[in-house]
T-cell receptor, first 116, second 114 residues
Framework: DTGVSQNPRHKITKRGQNVTFRCDPI?????LYWYRQTLGQGPEFLTY????????KSRLLSDRFSAERPKGSFSTLEIQRTEQGDSAMYLC??????????????FGSGTQLSVL | GDSVTQMEGPVTLSEEAFLTINCTYT??????LFWYVQYPGEGLQLLLK?????DKGSNKGFEATYRKETTSFHLEKGSVQVSDSAVYFC?????????????FGQGTRLTINP
């Protein structure tokens, strides 16, 4: 168990550029979540995958955001035409199939995005 | 909508002091309640949880009791240590589409001085 891995740890980009983040969940975890955390606030739910299927998306996820999880393993979160308001920590979490709500989420350390 | 309100920080205490971090929630049903902790440079970790009214969650000397009548889930520890310095998040969850969707409070930064 190597934990949830997120890359890169930090990303600085100019407004209008596209960025992509990657999340590698714990091996064999079939549930994967993306959250966003802005400074001084708690994380906010963005989207959820069960295996390769994206089952739930928050209204926070505008059409500039797209998430994928091909083959039900790693996931990517892409932001197109970044805006300064996109600056935040993007967190990934994974869990294995278990009885809800006893499911335990494991969070990665996040990708800090700064849009200049 | 569902929400969580936490005691504003930062909170600074001396080692061995008693800790309380207040948390109240608003929800239309009966959510599960959690405390997560974020140590510097690390990811969020589950500290404790309670899934129904009057349940008490406990871990590492921390405790919290699910109070439906006051819609609260206050975090307590009898004697804090320097190593408890971290940011603490209260959260509730609902099951949606087979997933556990977490709603977090804004977090409380705790600093323990030796």
């Amino acid at each position: 168990d190597t934990g949830v891995s997120q890359n890169p740890r930090h990303k600085i980009t100019k407004r209008g550029q596209n960025v992509t983040f990657r999340c590698d969940p714990i091996s064999e975890h079939n549930r994967l979540y993306w959250y966003r955390q802005t400074l001084g606030q708690g994380p906010e739910f963005l989207t959820y995958f069960q295996n390769e299927a994206q089952l739930e998306k928050s209204r926070l996820l505008s059409d500039r955001f797209s998430a994928e999880r091909p083959k039900g393993s790693f996931s990517t979160l892409e932001i197109q035409r970044t805006e300064q308001g996109d600056s935040a920590m993007y967190l990934c979490a994974s869990s294995s199939t278990g009885t809800l709500p006893n499911e335990k989420l494991f969070f990665g350390s996040g990708t800090q995005l700064s849009v200049l | 909508g569902d929400s969580v309100t936490q005691m504003e920080g930062p909170v600074t205490l001396s080692e061995e002091a008693f800790l309380t971090i207040n948390c109240t929630y608003t929800a239309t049903g009966y959510p599960s309640l959690f405390w997560y902790v974020q140590y510097p440079g690390e990811g969020l970790q589950l500290l404790l949880k309670a899934t129904k009214a009057d349940d008490k969650g406990s871990n590492k000397g921390f405790e919290a009791t699910y109070r439906k009548e006051t819609t609260s889930f206050h975090l307590e520890k009898g004697s804090v240590q320097v190593s408890d310095s971290a940011v603490y998040f209260c959260a509730l969850s609902f099951i949606i589409q087979g997933a556990q969707k977490l709603v977090f409070g804004q977090g409380t930064r705790l600093t323990i001085n030796p």
